[in-house]
């Protein structure tokens, strides 16, 4: 039986090792939301995939649907933050970020606001040159778009002051 193979872009925002070398990955997709992903042999030196497939690599993926999740077949990297000194700080607020949307979506849902919103974090983050002061702001500011954008919050407060405590409040209220 052929399986349909779908092409989407996606950033990879987790990975876990399962079995002798094979991996899981959380990739928030643009058709598809998030998406739990396995990758056969991933680790093994002979992959082609591996190189591709780290996280918080941005790239084009091509999966296969089965019943229980989804099966990567193709990677192809178009941008990934490789740590040096200028990109240490950058990656500890994507990782934050990255976190709460693991925490806070449940189940595959496509969501084209999120999908931009997430897209151009990371383009700011990783593309761009964020002053050391600012990405703590820019950190407190994504949150609270994507917690918003995800429904956990009506409106956001316009101060810096009420934003965190907004912030909060949002995520104990939805028990996750």
């Not at 058709?31 to 042999?41: R, T």
């Not at 990371?122 to 994507?146: M, R, V």
Request: hydrophobic share 40%; charged share 30%; net charge positive.
């Amino acid at each position: 039986m052929a399986h349909q193979i779908y092409l989407t872009e996606g950033i990879i925002l987790k990975k876990k090792d399962f079995g002798e070398a094979d991996r899981l990955f959380w990739i928030y997709t643009e058709k598809f939301g998030m998406i739990m992903a396995s990758a056969k042999g991933v680790r093994l030196e002979k992959s082609k995939l591996r190189g591709n497939l780290d996280v918080f690599t941005y790239g084009d993926f091509a999966v296969i649907s089965s019943k229980d999740f989804w099966r990567l077949v193709d990677a192809q990297e178009t941008v990934s933050p490789k740590l040096n000194c200028n990109s240490v700080e950058q990656t500890k607020v994507f990782t934050k970020i990255a976190n709460l949307l693991i925490r806070m979506i449940k189940g595959e849902e496509r969501n084209e606001e999120l999908w931009n919103q997430l897209k151009n974090l990371f383009s700011k983050l990783f593309k761009g040159s964020i002053p050391q002061e600012n990405l703590k702001d820019l950190e407190i500011k994504s949150i609270a778009a994507i917690l918003k954008t995800l429904g956990y919050m009506e409106e956001a407060p316009a101060s810096g002051k009420g934003l965190i405590p907004a912030i909060n409040r949002a995520i104990k209220e939805s028990m996750l």
